[in-house]
């Protein structure tokens, strides 16, 4: 039992290996990236730091301090978000996204920044095993709800309005505190419908800093599937 659980966990970093390799491939020499987090982001920003190393310049935004101390032990260059008007590239991970390409992130508590740069991002590669591609969005995994701490019990009675659970992202026995020193709330909404509708509602809810919906912000999704991968491509407007 435990050598086919550790084969199926091999299987999945091989996929995510393969998805940040082939995104890194779109990288030119000169273009500001942005550096997403999570497991799978690390393996494109290892990648990266390899292009630095042979002599490409790049700049970089990392989307959080975890990611910014990677990038840095490989000596990628880090830039201020002010600095630029956008970013070329930006590579970061999903907690699941579904065929029209609505992701969810969050998982790791680095959403706004993430969706920041997603927003200043020319072209946005999502990189994910194939665990990660759901018919059902939502259903196993909450949706993570950044909040002002102040506000976090009017934010989850507005959300139990909407029919959702929220709890508080826990870490070491007390709230998450994210980055930017917000709390998570990872909210169960069930099957997750209509996620534009959804967002909006969210998004009008006074103490939501940014929840993990991200819709119309990933460009292509380049997905590990065994020894290969499969892209997907936004339809053009
Ligand atoms: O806040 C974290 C990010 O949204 C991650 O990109 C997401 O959780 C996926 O992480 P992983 O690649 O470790 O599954």
Known sequence: MKLVKKKASE??????QLAALAA?????NGQVIGLGSGSTANYAIREIGKLVQNGFQLKAIPTSKKTQLLAESFHIPII???SIDHI?????GADE????????KGG???????KIVASMTRKQIIIADSSKLVRHLGLEFKL????????SNYVMNRLHILGGTSIIRQKGGKAFVTDLGNWILDVDLGHIR???SLSRSLDEIVGVVCHGLFIDLADIIIMGKGETTEAFLRPKS
């Open 88 to 92: 070329d590239i930006t590579i970061d």
């Open 97 to 104: 996204f579904n065929d029209d390409m609505v992701l969810i």
């Open 80 to 82: 201020d978000s002010n």
């Open 108 to 114: 790791g508590g680095a959403l706004f920044r993430e």
């Open 144 to 151: 993570p709800i950044e909040v002002i701490p102040f506000a």
């Open 11 to 16: 299987a999945i970093e091989k996929e995510k």
């Open 24 to 28: 890194v491939s779109y990288i030119q």
């Open 194 to 196: 209509d996620p534009l």
